[in-house]
């Protein structure tokens, strides 16, 4: 865990001098210095003194890297074509367990009948006209409509309209 480098970083972005952060804080300047070089390990409680002077929450300092924000711009986007299916994937972000996608349904595509998986899933229709059946229940959709599951349920979506479907889609794998 790199939490010295961190702090660092916000305190440089904030303009800081260590001499502000000592005095915000009441630590020592040699402290602060071995803290941002990761030579000492603070107690919670030093964490959370310097948390509360940077005005941010103590949590952000012990993330790891892969927990930070993470951005995708539009031109680096990943893309899925189910040839198969006719679906068009487009992944739109990731983080942890949780995903989102746009996925375009031509007319009369579909996904898998029996799909079953384990998380949750929610949906938002953009464009078009669709079916979305899970066990025995069954909703045609449209623009602007809403719907989410289990997805360990089987559940299957078709698109029943004369022109391309986009539904956004967000999914929380378990893990």
Known sequence: MNIGSKIRTIRLRKKLTIAQMCEGTGLSKGFISNVENNNTSPSIN????I???LNIPL???LLEKDQHMSVIRKNERE???NKKRDLKIEHLASQGGLSMRLVEFPPGASTAEENAHEGEECHLVLRGKILAKQG???Y???EGDT???SASVPHYVENIGDEVASV???VYAVK
Do not use: M
């Not at 030093?46 to 003194?49: P, S, V």
């Open 147 to 149: 719907f989410s599951w």
């Open 168 to 170: 956004l889609i967000s």
């Open 51 to 53: 948390a509360n002077f």
């Open 59 to 61: 949590p952000y300092l």
């Open 136 to 138: 025995e229940d069954s």
């Open 46 to 49: 030093t964490l959370q003194i």
């Open 140 to 142: 045609i959709l449209e």
């Open 79 to 81: 893309y899925t074509i």
